[in-house]
Structure formats: C-alpha cells, structure tokens
C-alpha cells in the first residue's frame, strides 16, 4: 500500500480545533497533509461543540511548498476518500478558520493560508508566492486571491520576483490581520479565532472580495508596469508572462471562478513549457554551487565582522558597498587622497540614486556611509577580518599589495583578490600566509551583479573557501568555485565567445545582425554593443604598450583596433562599432560596414551572408566547447556551475538553464557535429573538447538538475 507522506494532527481545545500540520522539516503539502486536513476539516465542522478552526504548522514552518516526494502519488486505494479537498473544505467551512502562520508559508503555503478566513502571524515568519522561480506559477489560486486581498499592485511584482514578504510588510498590506506576540503563539491564535466567535465574525472569504477588484479595474496601467517589468527583467521569460496574465484576469473576470479557471489554464501552459525544467536546473544549480565535495560542511568559517579594500575604484568602491549593505563596517584604502575623495563620492552618488529611485530610505543610506571609511595607512586596515584587494590589475601591483597586507593584517584574516584571472598563486607566495590567500571576483557593477566566482589557489586551506563562500551569502551573492587558472571560468569563456564574434563579422555577418540575434535568444547586449560599452581601446592600448601594432594583431582584433586608430572606442567617444547619440542610443554605422569588408579582404577572407542560426551557434558553441574543457581540467566542479557563473555574472538568460544545459537541451550529439563542421571551414580551434566528444559518443549530457 501506498504510504501517505506527512499528517495533520487533530486536538480539540474546547470550542476551537486545531490543526496542526506535521510533515518535517518544513511541512510541505503532501498526500498526507492534504489528505488529512480534509477528513479532519470535515469532522471540526460537523461537530456542533468547534466554533472555530484554528490552522497551523508543527516546528518552525507554517507549509513551505509542496513536497516534491509527493509528486505523482495518489492514495491508497483502500482509504475513506475526503468528500472536498482540503481546499474547498477551508473556503466552504460556515465556521471561521484561522491560518496561524507560526513560520515560512511560502508557495503553496501561503496559498492554503488564503483559503482561510483569518491569518494571524508570528514574528519573524515570512510568507510568499516563490513560484516564479522554479518556473511555474503560483496555480493554486494564489494569483486570484492575493490581487484581490491587496490588490493587483502590491501583489504583481512580488508575483513576478517571488521574493518573500517578511512579518511586517504581510502586515502592513493586509495579507496577515494580527500579528500574535504571546510567548505561546497557539494559545495566542486560539484567543484570536474565540474573539471572532464572540464578535460574531463569521468566515470572510478572499473570493467575495471585490474592494480591490473594483478599484484596479480601472486602473489598466497596473498591468503595463507588470509587463514593463518583465519586458526588462524577464524578458523571454514565459511564466512571467503568464502571471502578468493571470493577475489582470483576477481583475478583470467576471467572476473569482472565471479568474480561476484562467489561472489553471496558465498554470498548465506553464507546467508543459520547455523552460520550466531550465528553470529547475538553474534554482537547484544555484543551491548545488554552495557545496564544495572535499570540504566538510561544518568547517569553521571565519566570523566577518569588519572588512577592508585596497583600492576605491569602479570595483573597490562596489564592493565595500556589498558590506557596507549588510552591516559590515569597511575601510576603503587607496593611494592617495584624490583618488580616496574619487571613490566615496561614487559610492555616496550610487546610494544617493538609490534613494531617488525610490529604493533605498535616506536613514538606510546615511547608516551605510556611516560604516563606509577611507584611510591612505595600511596600519588602519590591519584589524579587518577580511581585505579584498582591487588595484588594477597588473600582477606586479598586486604582488606587492600582498606584501604589504601580510605585514600589516591580524593573524586569521582572510586575504582576497578580485583579480578577474590573474595568477591567485603568485600574489598568495608573497605572504607567509599562502593559506589565507583567496581570490573573490565581483563581477561589475559589484553591489548589483549577483555572481562571486571564488578562486581556490594551491596552497588556500578549507576554511578560507568556506569563509569566502559563506561571506558570499551573507552579502547575497550566488558563488561558484573555480580553480586558479587564468580567467578562472567565466572569463576563460568569454574570451571564446568575443573572439567567434569578430571572426563572425569577417565571415559576413555585421556586428548589428550578430548583436540582434544574442538579443533575441535572451542576453540584454551583443557582443558589440558590450565592447562598445567597456571600450574598445583597453584591449588596444594593452596591445600598443606591449609594442604591438595594427599589423601584428590577430585576425579577430584588426576591427576592432582599426577602430580605435579612428579614435573609435565605443560609449565614451560616441562612436565604436555603432554611433550613439546623447541618450546613448545605438545607430549602426555603414562607415564599420566599410571597414570590416575592407578587413576580411586583406585577410583573404571570402565574405557570404551567414543565417541567424549560425550566428547563434557559433556565439554560443565556444562557451559549451570552453565549459566542457574547464570541467576536464578540473577548474569548475561541475556543468551545472558553470551554467551558473554564466547566468549570474553574464546575463545568459536563466529560463534556458545555462550554457551547458542549452548544449545539453539541443543534443551534444547536433553540438558536437556541427562544431567539427565548423572546425573544416574555420579551423582546429572548433575541435570539440575531449569530454563533449565522449558524452556525445556515448549519448550522454552534462548533469541536469531536477532537485537538490
Ligand atoms: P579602477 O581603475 O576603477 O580602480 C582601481 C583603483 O585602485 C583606483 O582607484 C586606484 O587609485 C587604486 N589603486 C591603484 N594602485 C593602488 C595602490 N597601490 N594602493 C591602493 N589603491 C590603488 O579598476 P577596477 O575596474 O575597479 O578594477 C580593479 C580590479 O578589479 C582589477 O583587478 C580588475 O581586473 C578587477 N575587476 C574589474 C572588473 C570590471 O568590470 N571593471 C570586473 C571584475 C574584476
């Protein structure tokens, strides 16, 4: 017989049942779960002694989703069937039921407190609709009760980025009624649900509601800042989409059940897309990339409780922001005082932005300058607990910054460089300290992109990764670790896809045809637009410095280096590949056009139009073929990292899972046959990689995740 998953636990407290919901860790809903809150539903209200029911969770959550253990399971043949589900038995009750939410009603959590009449909250607990995030929507009505409970504003965006509404804001938009303070929040949820009994208050339905229905009916700009938001945070993001959809038809249906009806039709549509499974793999490689094989959970980490940057800069200062954001008080070193002033007032502009925006409070900013300092003494630095150096990155400098700091930092600091893939090792070798030595690289803008890669050199001990990594969470980042190897991963591949980019428009293609087709797969910017924006000339100048010249450049900088001999360097001088106007808008340049046919002639290269697919597949295949040797190095732990480092430091679009799973979704077999194809025609270094090869012989993939 099939077991049940998880109870609910009955008790009568004179008038008041309760319900306590028993599925550990977390309560998710399960066979068990839902089955018995039905039967035990049906019991409390047909016995004539319970007035009121009272709902809660066992332990610390209230129901934290579904229980993915439970999924496809039915019940055992031989059980008493529930007469209603769960559900209909909660909205239906003639008694009032009270959702006393003692910790995470998330998901499905949340969605079975809104069936109840009343909710009432712990301190400290948290409620959300997370489905967003796994690829669904949240299709247990949650997208037609809570518009209709707060209304469709203050519920669209948390809808669309599945982030969490701590107690408080629960309270204030109305999604909770009471917030219960008693030392024992049970007992303090049954006075509740008697208070009602005793006033009179029977069950208050969300499904009646119609307060907030009337008013956003006339309001339609709702649903133009919900798709606005998904046209720029989400944009191809199909289950975003559909939750745009299903919150206007809360709205705008006829009746609640209409609206519900819509919602499991989207809710079905959702379920079959292709991009739900990415969209899995991408939450659980999220999770999975925190897990170092050969390092023990428990590992004591370092407690962080004050940090320091060598260096203010575009990327100093963000990343003393990063700590500043969480209470961590830092000191920002620089070399002198021009370049300390330089760097504050960035950071005091960026916060300062945030506040206009609307996005950050005035006294929030003001208590993180507060914990922002600048010093030009390594002496003030030596008591910080960690120090990411961020001087430009030349290994020299960077050697004798780790010189400096192992003379000056506390025994136990932890010792980082955002160096974006120089030698780890090298600056770790200056210090008798190689052990603390690690690398942290941010990705730009630092107190934005969510991305740490972290960099494990040869002689850096356990506890300095699990530091790294830890601190990585509590500043809200999303680490992967690599090896020290040059460009680490994300860097590594990058390399591949610009340099395909530019043999690409000396095949044929233009830069706005290349640009247009990475746009329209999911990246927020082509490979132009990005080197127009960073500036065609650092690469240039590096080139010139070192005593190169146009003619020995390699084939796929000549364009790019011709440019700049036009004092073309992108953004900042108006022109590069495109030309920009004063609100930076892009126009393509005929002019480029002229100068790319003129290239590929001096290099022999006989141009033809190239299709839109080819384009992709040439953009993309380097970061697979890249990927895939990384792994056979050893320098990422696994595909599903990789898939990671790209979503979150490089804009891959996360709802196609990453690099590796797009090559894995197309068939590695299709990858690998094309790219010996292209490797005819544009030569060895299209040579698929040891390991694409063996899976692909081998009818094999790189890991997908479907849990974690
Ligand atoms: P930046 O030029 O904006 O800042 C470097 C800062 O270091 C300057 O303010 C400079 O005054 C200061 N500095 C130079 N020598 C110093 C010394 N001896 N002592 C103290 N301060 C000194 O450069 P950015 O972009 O912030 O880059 C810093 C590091 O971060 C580099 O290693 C770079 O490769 C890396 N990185 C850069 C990214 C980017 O997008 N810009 C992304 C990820 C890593």
Known sequence: MAELIGTVHFEKRDDVALLTIDNPPVNPLSTGVTYWMAMHLEAAIADDDIKAIVITGAGRAFIAGADIRNFGKTLPADLPKPSKSAGEWMESSPKPIVAAINGTAFGGGLENALMCHYRVIKPGAEVGLPEVKLGILPGGGGTQRLPRLIGAENALIPMLTGDPFPTEEALRLGIVDELIEDDDFVDGAIRYARRLVSQNEGPRRIRDMTHWTSKDRERPEIFTSGEDFVAARMRGQFNGEQIVECARAAVMSESFDAGIAEERRRSGLVQAHSQRAAMVHAFFAERRARKIPDIDRDTPTVAIQSAATVGGGLMGGGIAMCFANVGIPVKILEVDQAGLDRGLETIEKNYASQVRRGRLAQADMDARMALISGTLDYQAIGSADVVVEAVFE??????????????????????????????????????????????????????????????????????????????????????????????????????????????????????????????????????????????????????????????????????????????RFGQKSGRGYYIYDERRRATPDPEVETIIRETAAELGVNQRPVDDEEVLKRCLYPLVNIGAQLLDDGVALRASDIDIVYCYGYGFPKHLGGPMYWANDLGLDVVVRDMQRFAEEYGDHWRPAPLLTRLAEAGDGFEVLTSS
């Open 394 to 567: 030349n290994l020299d400098l960077k050697k004798q910054i780790f010189s400096k700091l192992d003379g000056v930092m506390k025994d136990g600091a932890i010792l980082a460089t955002n160096t974006s893939g120089l030698d780890v090792d090298q600056m770790a070798a200056e210090t008798k300290r190689p052990e603390k030595v690690v690398g942290t690289h941010f990705f730009s803008p630092a107190n934005v992109m969510r991305l740490l890669e972290v960099v494990r050199g040869e002689k850096t001990d356990d506890q300095t990764v699990a530091t790294a990594m830890a601190l990585g969470k509590t500043i809200d980042k999303v680490c992967a670790l690599s090896t020290n190897a040059p460009g680490f991963i994300g860097n590594r591949m990058i390399g591949g896809y610009t340099q395909e980019a530019q043999a690409l428009i000396l095949s044929g293609a233009t830069p706005w045809q290349v640009d247009q087709v990475v746009y329209d797969f999911g990246f927020n910017m082509g490979p132009f637009r990005m080197s127009d924006l960073v500036g065609l000339d650092l690469y240039w100048r590096a080139h010139k410095l070192a005593g190169g010249t146009l003619e020995t450049a390699s084939r796929t900088s000549k364009v790019s280096f011709k440019l700049c001999e036009m004092d």
